[in-house]
Nanobody
Framework: QVQVVESGGGFVQPGGSLRLSCVDSGNFFGSYVVAWYRQAPGKQREWVASVAFSNTTYYTDSVKGRFTISRDKAKKAVYLQMNSLKPEDTAVYYC????????WGQGTQVAVSS
């Protein structure tokens, strides 16, 4: 049973920004590390960023300095602020627990193009 809902995607030009949101409707996140992932057309899903319950953050190299992951425990939400977007950031973005993951939500589409 899917308990997370991702939103905030859209179409932007290179250099633009988007803020993705992921809300947990149950207690799926708990104290687990929560992550954002993305899947580009024709490619495997890849990990993008994680945030621990302590708010320690981790990023894949390609987004360091451009993306910021954050967590609001009271709202049971995780966010991904994406700046300086590039065409290669185009993908469907998903959130999930890092380990163990649960069912995947529908994701939110991000398209970066001029």
């Amino acid at each position: 049973q899917v308990q997370v809902v991702e939103s905030g995607g859209g179409f932007v030009q290179p250099g633009g920004s988007l803020r993705l949101s992921c809300v947990d409707s149950g207690n799926f996140f708990g104290s687990y590390v929560v992550a954002w992932y993305r899947q580009a057309p024709g490619k495997q899903r890849e990990w993008v960023a994680s945030v621990a319950f302590s708010n320690t953050t981790y990023y894949t190299d390609s987004v360091k300095g451009r993306f910021t992951i954050s967590r609001d425990k009271a709202k049971k939400a995780v966010y991904l602020q994406m700046n300086s977007l590039k065409p290669e950031d185009t993908a469907v973005y998903y959130c999930n627990r890092r380990n163990p993951p649960g069912p995947w939500g529908q994701g939110t589409q991000v398209a970066v193009s001029s």
